[in-house]
């Protein structure tokens, strides 16, 4: 089997995550890394082995063949990075939120399908077992028609979070908040799990952090979908800390009479199935005593990765699409604008809600 050759865009927190994460995988070689702080691109090239060590995408792509980019630099610059390793012909996986802008976004999906290369989104808890489990199982029709869901992110997030990297906490250099940053992963489990938007109405305050940040700290909205279907979500990081807080879950409900839920409690752990009618108990209490209590990073990390370079190799698209994630930053943006007109958003939106989305939530205002 051919190994697919990896640059790494941004070495920081989840950029070393990335390289771990390929660093697991047997068609997979990390060939290259890039920062603009070089000595990052060095300590995790010098961890990893890797020769080549580069401060921008474009010296990196120029000198060296590889076959994908994995992008892991901050939320306002995945999109320079994306474009230029597509307009090569390389194949490209991005970090959560795809972009910070629909726009941009939306060129990606363009230039992608142009020019044939796959463009796959990081959202990693879809491979929990839990999620694929539940979703299959929705899927397979067993607990009927979707009727109404909740997607719940609660967490706990302090000052010191927000002073970490200058981009966090401010439309300009993060788009968003609590949305943006982290219920995205639940709003994208939602998605995958009950189907396509069709419409979301929405509200977003900053109530705790609002001294130090200007995005949301706090959000409900409510989705419909065109199956019929309805779900809230419900994001907030205003509570005690990443330990103490109840995380993420997501429970969908069917006219068949069951409910289907998991939740990541705490954050950053394995998700386990918290209701499950279909099985007997000991089953579900097996799935959860294998499942629960363990790190959520970097195996999921490596599922993906390993998910994208499958797609590669085998001509597929990836499990997780530039399109699904652009659908999970439409939801998000859709609350922004909803919030601005105080009445919903149609998804997909037009051109000229994106343009407007795009400029409300753009920090230049
Ligand atoms: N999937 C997850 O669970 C998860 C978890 C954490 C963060 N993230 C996402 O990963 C991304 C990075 O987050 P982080 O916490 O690692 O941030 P970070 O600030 O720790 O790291 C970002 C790195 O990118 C570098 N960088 C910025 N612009 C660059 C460019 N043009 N070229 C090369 N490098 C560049 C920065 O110098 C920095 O080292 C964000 O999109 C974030 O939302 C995802």
């Not at 199956?227 to 068949?256: D, M, Q, W, Y």
């Amino acid at each position: 089997m051919k190994t697919v050759r990896f640059g790494l865009v941004g070495c920081g927190g989840i950029g070393n995550m990335h390289a771990d994460a390929l660093a697991l995988i047997g068609g997979a070689e990390l060939t290259a890394v890039c920062d603009v702080d070089l000595e990052r691109a060095r300590a995790t090239a010098a961890k990893h082995a890797v020769k080549h060590v580069f401060a921008s995408v474009e010296e990196m792509l120029k000198a060296v063949k590889l076959d994908a980019i994995t992008v892991a630099s901050d939320h306002k610059r995945h999109f320079t990075p994306a474009m230029a390793a597509i307009e090569r012909g390389v194949n490209v996986i991005i970090e959560k939120p795809i972009t910070a802008s629909l726009e941009e976004a939306y060129s990606l999906l363009e230039a992608a399908k142009a020019r044939s290369v796959k463009l796959g989104g990081v959202f990693q808890r879809r491979f929990f077992p839990a999620a694929q489990r539940m979703r299959a199982a929705i899927a397979a029709g067993r607990i009927g028609r979707i009727t109404v869901a909740e997607c719940i992110a609660l967490l706990g997030r302090d000052r010191a979070y927000f002073a970490r990297d200058a981009w966090r906490g401010t439309w300009k250099g993060e788009g968003g908040g609590a949305l943006m940053n982290q219920a995205i992963h639940m709003i994208d489990m939602l998605l995958w799990m009950v189907g396509e938007p069709t419409e979301v109405y929405g509200r977003w305050a900053a109530l705790k952090h609002g001294e130090y940040i200007d995005v949301e700290d706090s959000a409900c909205a409510v989705v419909s979908f065109e199956n019929g279907a309805l779900a809230t979500i419900t994001a907030t990081t205003t509570l005690e800390s990443i330990e103490k807080a109840p995380g993420f879950r997501l429970a969908v409900h069917g006219a068949a009479g069951y409910t289907l839920g998991l939740t990541e409690s705490p954050e950053l752990t394995q998700a386990i199935n918290d209701q499950w009618p279909l099985d007997p108990e000991t089953t579900v209490n097996e799935w959860a005593a294998a499942e629960g209590d363990r790190p959520g990073f970097p195996d999921f990390h490596s599922d993906q990765l390993r998910d994208f370079v499958v797609a590669i190799l085998q001509h597929r698209e990836p499990t997780v699409t530039g399109l699904a994630a652009f659908r999970a930053l439409e939801v998000i943006k859709g609350v922004y604008l909803s919030q601005t007109r105080r009445r919903p958003i149609a998804l997909p939106m037009s051109a000229a809600d994106r343009a407007e989305a795009d400029l409300i939530t753009s920090g230049t205002r």
